[in-house]
């Protein structure tokens, strides 16, 4: 699986777009990009999920670039319950078996 | 919306103790897994379970730890004789289907210490 590299902490204003940047530049061509979240020391929490096109859910939107090696979540607009650790995930589409290697995430405050 | 429930949500237990950690997965999913995460640590794999045996283990999941689905709703984690370092939160999870699409869905945990 592709790995991925994500800024360790950022900072949003309630009420505005977080936008999470997600670095895999070694993404293969069958690999998906998946997005969960974990609320202070809850079960994570999926998110979002996309191979090339944008993807939109009642959540957040998902936008990647168009060579794929990169990719970023939006939330359009952050509340105090947005306040979590984000986790990019590259995972292969077939034969999986819910092996999903998460790393240290992105620790997103959002502030009033 | 369904869940994936977990219990206890707290277990204490002494070192070398056998400890059994229940949960009941949503019920229309037929993939089940565990993960855990130690105080401050990434999440962890530890095993996948799909049509009554384990699709995948990870390097944590040794001889010390077997998993069960004794009936139609329970999934089980067993630790056979617990150790210091297996105290953590133990995450289960559901899938409705394993072809690629890894939609997990994540129970709030049982937080396990070893003392």
């Known amino acids: 699986d592709a790995k991925t590299t994500q800024p360790p902490s950022m900072d949003c204003a309630e009420g505005r777009a977080a936008n999470l940047p997600c670095n895999h530049s070694?993404?293969?061509?069958?690999?998906?990009v998946y997005w969960y979240r974990q609320i202070h020391s809850q079960g994570p929490q999926y998110i979002i999920h996309?191979?090339?096109n944008n993807e939109t859910n009642e959540m957040a939107s998902l936008i990647i670039t168009e060579d794929r090696k990169s990719s970023t979540l939006i939330l359009p607009h952050a509340t105090l319950r947005d306040t979590a650790v984000y986790y990019c995930?590259?995972?292969?589409?077939?034969?999986?078996?819910?092996?999903?290697?998460f790393g240290q995430g992105t620790t997103l405050q959002v502030k009033p | 919306e369904p869940e994936v429930t977990q219990t206890p949500s707290h277990q204490v237990t002494q070192m070398g103790q056998e400890v059994i950690l229940r949960c009941v997965p949503i019920?229309?999913?037929?993939?089940f897994y565990w993960y855990r995460q130690i105080l401050g640590q990434k999440v962890e794999f530890l095993v996948s379970?799909?049509?009554?045996?384990?699709?995948?283990k990870s390097e944590i999941f040794d001889d010390q730890f077997s998993v069960e689905r004794p009936d139609g709703s329970n999934f089980t984690l067993k630790i056979r004789s617990t150790k210091l370092e297996d105290s953590a939160m133990y995450f289960c999870?559901?899938?409705?289907?394993?072809?690629?699409?890894?939609?997990?869905?994540f129970g709030s945990g049982t937080q396990l210490s070893v003392l």
């Open positions: 379970f799909y049509n009554n045996e384990i699709s995948e």
């Open positions: 996309g191979l090339k």
């Open positions: 019920s229309n999913h037929l993939y």
């Open positions: 999870a559901s899938s409705e289907g394993g072809r690629g699409i890894e939609k997990l869905f």
């Open positions: 995930i590259v995972r292969v589409a077939t034969g999986n078996t819910g092996k999903l290697i």
């Open positions: 070694t993404i293969s061509g069958n690999e998906y």
